[in-house]
């Protein structure tokens, strides 16, 4: 069984202390996510869900718990060797793109591999070939000023997936879109997973996209309350 995960949270716990006392985000989470799946986690704002997330991808460190991906505890990596697990097993897509403005698309999605430590020659050649995936490789030169919501969050999907990780993680990728934008954007997601062999964890409001994977989560109050096969 331990081969066939991706991930695995073990009693997963995060708390914040506030002027008013200390506030429990996420209390005991146990997750098994088997590679390939597809998981969307719903529930309402403030529940935990982006917490979770930021948590799985190694964005954000738990009060106590434990989380590994491929089998790698992740919290027993430090520093650079942390960036380094998230920068090579994790892609990243937020619902505001969080892309850099001042850089064209070709160079937002160059980014991660120049990171990892890429000369920027065969780091441009895998930026634009993934551009190319995802339907914008007519825009590598333009900034994100001048590109749609739609193209923005294409081009946020080829960074996170330009350094080829097992393990994409997306909060919120439609939440910002109008209704044929989303829909353009859960079909190049369920294709780069196909094409892929990808894990998904998709933190959504979108019902029809929660319930087009394979199992929903459903976060309350920072419990795990419910976890259904779509």
Known sequence: MTDQLMV?????????????GQIDVLRGIDLLIKKNERVAVVGTS???KTTLMHILGGLDSPTSGEVR?????L??????????????TVGFVFQFHQLLPEFTALENVMMPRLIAGEK???????????????????RLKHKPGALSGGEQQRVAIARALVNEPQLLLADEPTGNLDTGTSDEIVSLLN?????????????????PLAAGLDRTLKIEDGVLAGDVLN
């Open 75 to 88: 919290f027993s990596l430090r520093g650079n060797a942390l960036d380094a697990f998230r920068n090579r």
């Open 191 to 207: 294709r780069m997973h196909d094409s892929r062999g990808l894990t998904m964890v998709i933190v959504t409001h979108n019902i």
């Open 69 to 73: 991906v491929e089998g790698e505890n």
């Open 120 to 138: 920027r020659g065969p780091a441009s050649e895998k930026a634009a070939a993934v551009l190319s995936e995802v339907g914008l490789g007519h």
């Open 8 to 20: 695995e949270v073990r009693q997963l716990c995060k708390s914040f202390q506030a002027p008013g």
């Open 46 to 48: 403030g529940a935990g």
